[in-house]
């Protein structure tokens, strides 16, 4: 679907081409026409332009006569392609995000999660998640980009990422002791070994960062987090774990974490 301004004014050179179309030439009608609007940018000129010459591919395409299967097989696989390339504009014209680096999308995930998030297992699940479930990777061409791990679904560039954030001032990590099962500290010691999980959240200097960030931002990405929030947030580990695992499956042969799992779970009393 075409923006809203960009739909209406083709609509609108629809009807002043029929009714033209008999007394001046295609390129003289579209000079003519484009000349109503001189206010357009030359970007908008352009996108309408080019709208405009594919609208008169179909007028002339649909009230010719029959055409020979071959030719009829190219013109479908011209209008095909154009509505393609249509549908990925559309995507990319939903890239609102005013980020110039991946390291500000954690400001805005941290930001909208509550301002903290408990341990680096479910900050990186949780990205994951936004990944898988809510294509966030269309908005933000940066985006993680998970790849199955010995500790499952991983991209490194996350640690480095909090630590440069830390380095700046937007974040600070806080060691916290929790009440966690015995199932979930065997599990949570892949991650974090040192025996203590680690609390991610927002200082005073990312939370006013955030709130100038957060403006600009495409709705449904806030709703996308806001839903994975909602639904994974109240998840035990071991619940968000082996949920991720069965829907994923194709993380799970280099899983030390998965292995780990299906162990311990076989295991008596646990």
């Known amino acids: 679907m075409k923006s809203d301004w960009l739909s209406s004014l083709v609509g609108e050179f629809d009807r002043f081409y029929k ?10 009608l579209v000079e003519k026409f484009l000349a109503r609007y ?8 352009e996108r309408l ?6 609208s008169l591919f179909l007028w002339q395409t649909f009230s010719s006569p029959p055409m020979p299967e071959d030719t009829k097989k190219r013109v479908w696989q011209r209008i095909e392609k154009k509505l393609a390339e249509l549908k990925q504009k559309k995507v990319e014209e939903k890239v609102v995000l005013p980020l110039t680096r991946r390291a500000d999308f954690l400001i805005l995930l941290l930001f909208a999660l509550g301002k903290k998030i408990m341990g680096i297992t479910r900050l990186m699940k949780y990205l994951f998640l936004l990944a898988k479930e809510k294509q966030l990777s269309h908005y933000f061409k940066e ?11 991983f991209d490194k560039r996350l640690y480095e990422d909090l630590n440069l954030l830390q380095e700046e001032g937007f974040i600070e990590k806080v060691a916290k002791k929790t009440r966690l099962s015995l199932m979930e500290k065997e599990i949570t010691d892949f991650f974090e070994p040192d025996k203590t999980l680690t609390e991610y959240r927002l200082t005073e200097k990312g939370i006013k960062f955030a709130k100038g960030l957060i403006k600009g931002v495409d709705k449904e990405i ?9 639904k994974y947030g109240k998840y035990p580990l071991l619940t968000l774990l082996e ?4 829907n994923y499956p194709e993380y799970q042969n280099k899983s030390k974490v998965w292995q780990k799992i299906k162990k311990l779970k076989e295991t008596p009393n646990f």
């Open 19 to 28: 009714k033209e179309k008999k007394r001046l030439t295609d390129q003289v």
């Open 243 to 246: 949920y991720i695992y069965h």
């Open 49 to 54: 332009k080019e709208e405009i010459k594919f």
């Open 143 to 153: 985006f993680y980009s998970f790849t199955p791990h010995r500790l499952g679904p």
């Open 38 to 45: 001189p206010k357009l940018t030359k970007k908008e000129k």
């Open 222 to 230: 806030i709703k996308g987090i806001e839903e994975i929030k909602l």
